[in-house]
């Protein structure tokens, strides 16, 4: 599952902060589950360009994580710059393990 984004005000701030964003610290975005075992889709916001999927994979597995508990992951990658466009997103296998996700990269700063 993925944030959804009701309405017009969601929608324009959720461009703003992806298009306008300048510091180093992550913020996370999750999407609701309907159980504690249904994979949770989280947005990582205000990551440094210079940070790709190896580098976001290094992060979790140094902390804990498994690669059985990260169901997927998506760095979008700007095609004439190759560097990363500032956010990404996970998908942990369960609501606890987003949990654990959440406490890790939010507020987390990238050196």
Known sequence: ???WLESRDEVKATIESLQDWRGQVASVDSASSTSDTD???LMIKNLPNKIGRTGIEDLLFSRGFSPDEIDFLHVPVDKKSRANKGYAFVRFTSEAVTEKGIEL??????I
């Open 105 to 110: 990269l939010t507020g987390h700063q990238f």
């Open 39 to 41: 994979p949770v889709t």
């Open 1 to 3: 599952s993925l944030v």
